[in-house]
C-alpha cells in the first residue's frame, strides 16, 4: 500500500518536470548556439555580379570599381533610418581612400532624385534597383544596409540599420585598411 501514494506523489510532479523541460528548450533554441541572422554569406567572398542602370542614365557596374575599396549603402526614399543615416554617409563621402556607391531600392528614380536633392548627393555613382534584384544579390535584409567590399572585390563586411557616427568610423577604417589591391 505505501506504494500507490510514492507513486501519486511522483506523478504530481510529472507537469512540472515537463514544462521544465518544455521551457529549457524553449530557451535553448532561442539563445543557444546559431547562426546569426545578421552574418552575410557573402562575407570573405567575391562581390555578386551587379549590373544596374543609374540616375545619370549610365551603367552602375560594381565590377568597375575593383582597385578600390568601395563602401555600397543600399538606400530608398522611403525609408525613415535612410534619413537619419544620411549625414553620416556625406561624411564618408568626403574621405578619398574609397567610394561609396548607392543602391536605391525598390524606389521610384524621380522620388529617388528628389530625396538626393534635399539631402544631398553623397554617392559617386547611385544605381536603380527597382525590382530589387540586387538587393536579392546581396541577400538584403532590408534597408539601410551597408556592405565594405575591398579593393580586390571582395565583401568584407555587412552593417543592417542606420549608420551611427561610431559605425561609420568602423566602416571608413575597414574600407581605409582595404584600399590597395
Known amino acids: 500500500m505505501s506504494e500507490q501514494p510514492k507513486a501519486n506523489r511522483l506523478m504530481a510532479f510529472l507537469p512540472l518536470a515537463l514544462f521544465l523541460a518544455l521551457a529549457g528548450l524553449f530557451a535553448w533554441a532561442m539563445f543557444g548556439q546559431r547562426v546569426d541572422r545578421h552574418a552575410s554569406a557573402l562575407i570573405g567572398k567575391p562581390v555578386p555580379p551587379i549590373v544596374l542602370p543609374d540616375m545619370d542614365g549610365n551603367t552602375l557596374d560594381l565590377a568597375s570599381y575593383k582597385g578600390r575599396a568601395v563602401i555600397v549603402n543600399v538606400f530608398a526614399s522611403w525609408c525613415a533610418p535612410c534619413r ?54 546581396l541577400g538584403l535584409g532590408g534597408v539601410p544596409e551597408t556592405y565594405v567590399i575591398s579593393a580586390k572585390g571582395i565583401v568584407l563586411a555587412r552593417h543592417r540599420g542606420e549608420i551611427t557616427p561610431k559605425v561609420a568610423a568602423d566602416l571608413a577604417q575597414l574600407a581605409a585598411r582595404s584600399s590597395t589591391p
Open 84 to 137: 537619419v543615416e544620411h549625414p553620416m554617409l556625406l561624411q564618408l563621402a568626403k574621405d578619398k581612400r574609397f567610394v561609396v556607391i548607392g543602391l536605391a531600392y525598390r524606389d521610384d528614380p524621380s522620388k529617388t532624385q528628389a530625396y538626393l536633392d534635399e539631402l544631398g548627393d553623397p554617392y559617386a555613382q547611385t544605381g536603380i534597383d527597382r525590382q530589387g534584384a540586387a538587393g536579392v544579390q
